[in-house]
């Protein structure tokens, strides 16, 4: 009797220790990953939210004072950064600028330029981020402004209609499915941008 007792004894404080050792290794296991995730979160973003083109995309916001966050977002929304990059409607470009409002902005700024210096990412972002913010100037908000860069000047259509706008400012639906998914998905980029790269750590 007395050896079966010390048996079992024996058996309850292997069973211990074995909980302690596990729970050792989970807390150090928490540990690592705890120090290491500043890395995970650099590779994450760096894979699924690039920072490329910085020097233009800098001198863009500058100068049509936007932010830096939603030009990322537009140029990753548009493009995912494919200087190359072409729609199925003819949009060309790192921010997929169509060819006749290429010229139209040309004409606003007086300038002539060839339609393949929209393959140029100076030329791209540049015109691309002026024509962002002559919508947002246009419209008076950031989102109409980005549903605008989608969709054109319909969009004045949508605010005078009390379905989509309650005030005629902003909308409050956007009757496109694919615009509606594309401000989305802008917003939604330039939100991770800003939590990445642009906030205060």
């Given at each position: 009797?007395?050896?079966?007792?010390?048996?079992k004894?024996?058996?309850?404080?292997?069973?211990?220790?074995?909980?302690f050792?596990?729970?050792?290794?989970?807390?150090?296991?928490?540990?690592?990953i705890?120090?290491?995730?500043?890395?995970?979160?650099?590779?994450?973003?760096?894979?699924?939210?690039?920072?490329?083109?910085?020097?233009?995309?800098?001198?863009?916001?500058?100068?049509?004072?936007?932010?830096?966050?939603l030009?990322?977002a537009?140029?990753?929304t548009e493009?995912?950064?494919?200087?190359?990059?072409?729609?199925?409607?003819?949009?060309?470009g790192?921010?997929?600028?169509?060819?006749?409002?290429?010229e139209?902005?040309?004409?606003?700024?007086?300038?002539?330029?060839?339609?393949s210096e929209?393959n140029?990412?100076?030329?791209n972002?540049?015109?691309?981020?002026?024509l962002?913010?002559?919508?947002?100037?246009?419209?008076?908000?950031?989102?109409?402004?980005?549903?605008?860069?989608?969709?054109?000047?319909?969009?004045?259509?949508w605010?005078?209609?009390?379905?989509?706008?309650?005030?005629?400012k902003?909308?409050?639906?956007i009757?496109?499915g694919?615009?509606?998914?594309?401000?989305?998905k802008?917003?939604?980029?330039k939100?991770?941008?800003?939590?990445?790269?642009?906030?205060?750590k």
């Amino acid at each position: 009797m007395a050896r079966y007792g010390e048996k079992k004894k024996h058996g309850f404080l292997k069973n211990v220790m074995l909980i302690f050792s596990s729970l050792a290794i989970a807390v150090f296991a928490l540990y690592l990953i705890i120090q290491n995730l500043g890395c995970v979160q650099d590779m994450v973003g760096d894979t699924l939210y690039p920072m490329k083109y910085q020097q233009q995309v800098d001198r863009a916001a500058e100068t049509y004072n936007l932010e830096k966050p939603l030009i990322y977002a537009v140029i990753r929304t548009e493009s995912h950064f494919d200087p190359e990059a072409e729609s199925h409607v003819g949009a060309v470009g790192l921010m997929q600028l169509m060819p006749e409002s290429f010229e139209w902005l040309q004409g606003l700024r007086g300038q002539e330029l060839d339609i393949s210096e929209l393959n140029n990412p100076d030329v791209n972002i540049d015109y691309g981020c002026y024509l962002l913010r002559y919508f947002y100037d246009y419209y008076g908000s950031e989102e109409t402004a980005v549903a605008a860069y989608n969709a054109g000047f319909i969009v004045g259509d949508w605010l005078k209609d009390p379905n989509y706008s309650s005030d005629g400012k902003s909308l409050d639906a956007i009757p496109y499915g694919e615009t509606e998914r594309y401000v989305e998905k802008v917003m939604k980029a330039k939100k991770m941008y800003k939590k990445l790269y642009f906030s205060e750590k």
